[in-house]
């Protein structure tokens, strides 16, 4: 059973950082892409990166030069480092890999 598990949202304040995590199971993610996308309260979701088997990663225009996107294949796992953050990210952020998406972990960026 394919399942993916986000964890480290939170409250930050702007400028502040946070490293989402996405813990995959029921496949190796080595060879696929894996996205992660948001979506922000009462709006559609908005894809934000894209990492790809070969290692390459596009990013949104709204979070390029602030967000890095990671993996580590050994562990099966997804991250995603936001820097600098602003009040627009605040959204519940989700991975994606293979059709499926986990069920989101919540990022507010609020003072």
């Known amino acids: 059973q394919v399942q993916l598990v986000e964890s480290g949202g939170g409250l930050v304040q702007p400028g502040g950082s946070l490293t989402l995590s996405c813990a995959v199971s029921g496949y190796a993610i080595r060879p696929y892409p894996m996205t992660w996308v948001r979506q922000a309260p009462g709006k559609g979701l908005e894809w934000v990166s894209t990492n790809t088997a070969g290692g390459t990663t596009t990013y949104a225009d709204s979070v390029k030069g602030r967000f890095t996107v990671f993996r580590d294949n050994a562990k099966n796992k997804l991250y995603l480092q936001m820097n600098r953050l602003k009040p627009e990210d605040t959204a519940v952020y989700y991975c994606?890999?293979?059709?499926?998406r986990g069920q989101g972990t919540q990022v507010t960026v609020s003072s």
């Open positions: 994606s890999g293979r059709a499926s």
